[in-house]
């Protein structure tokens, strides 16, 4: 069981800007993963690379160095190999599967929910680890792209999240406190870092994601958007 | 291919500490892989559960938290549980692996390593994220505690490899510059994090490690302890 007693609420009003974490948390990756597991023959394969691009943007961030997503994405397949103990993939097969990140689906419950938050109120931000040129795309294809005041990437900054200061960072950019933010993440490390910069939190448990045990509790904590939606609107 | 071309060596002489990360680079960890394979009953949960323990002690970094290495290990079984979409371990079935930690055998080419190393004059040391009461057993138990100078864990320093400052602080300790000291690590963020840090290294190829594809090459490669010996001894 979660730690509820710890769990600390916004006042009425307090909460302004909602940033949405979008690989995952909006997005449906299971073409991508498809192609992964395909590309490898190992049904781990997904599961292992996207953990090694997140092990090695963390690597960069605690060793003061900065590659745009993509190359390090493109890094951890060759990783992912060697981790498999197979050979690398060709040129040619890593451009199709990176090409995916572009042409993923929203989840079902993605347009009802921010439909919901933006009736209510809220400023509505995308903030992700991707580029801000493969993040409009992102939102294109998804046709979710209406629904947002703007869409950030930590290019701008070259520091990823969690880092602390990635999110005071979007958060001075929106001209709002971090207490006056939130993060909706699919991710425990994203959720645990904006706890960490003073953020509340919205955690949606999608299939295979887990929240760091290590960490507090989230504001909100569901398994769809729409979910969340319901718990914020209250 | 690595791109050679741009390896720096030591100077003759230059070289005077050899820091020496422990848990697979050393010991060999077959029999925890096998034991956490057996409890998820999925022969891909060890590479989870180490990835995503790796994970977490870089997340704890760059949010400014810490916990002990056996502590995040015994939560990423949990979010292993999670990842995997099953049911979470006992807390007796996690003490029982966890256990398994300082129980494990160094690989078959480390004594003769380390021999090697120390007859050729170096100061050899441990240096690692687990715990100083953890790497005691550990030395102990595999049989290769009077190879070592001393034993270090970043503990004391409530910051984990591959921080940065991390390296230098374990340099200053031991009385030398991060240049006349070489990491022999068989992971790729540990090699990143020490060059980063402007210490030389040692790569160790185990099965299923890899280097990190964006970081320099290695000052030195080898497939066991005795080959990258051998390299630097020249």
Do not use: C
């Not at 951890?76 to 572009?102: F, G, S």
């Not at 493969?134 to 792209?145: E, S, T």
């Not at 448990?205 to 319901?230: M, N, S």
């Amino acid at each position: 069981m979660l730690p509820t007693a710890a769990i600390r609420f916004p006042q009425p009003g307090q909460l302004k800007v909602l940033f949405f974490d979008v690989n995952e948390t909006l997005l449906d990756m299971s073409k991508l993963k498809k192609a992964v597991v395909t590309a490898f023959g190992d049904k781990s394969a997904f599961r292992q690379w996207f953990g090694l691009l997140l092990q090695y943007l963390l690597v960069d961030t605690v060793t003061e160095r900065y590659h745009e997503f993509g190359v390090i994405a493109n890094a951890a397949l060759d990783m992912t190999a060697a981790k498999l103990e197979t050979k690398p993939l060709k040129a040619v097969q890593k451009q199709k599967i990176l090409a995916l990140m572009t042409q993923l689906p929203a989840h079902p419950d993605v347009a009802q929910g921010l439909e919901m938050l933006r009736e209510a109120g809220y400023r509505l931000v995308a903030f992700t680890n991707s580029t801000k040129f493969v993040l409009d795309q992102q939102l294109q294809y998804a046709g979710i792209m209406g629904y947002f005041e703007q869409g950030l990437s930590v290019d701008v900054l070259r520091r990823y999240k969690p880092q602390r200061s990635t999110y005071h960072e979007v958060a001075r950019h929106l001209g709002v406190m971090p207490e006056q933010a939130a993060l909706i993440a699919a991710h425990g490390w994203d959720i645990a870092g904006a706890q960490a910069a003073g953020l509340f939190t919205g955690f949606i448990a999608r299939p295979g994601q887990e929240l760091y045990p290590l960490a507090g509790p989230p504001t909100y904590h569901g398994k769809t958007l729409v979910e969340v939606a319901r718990q914020m609107i209250g």
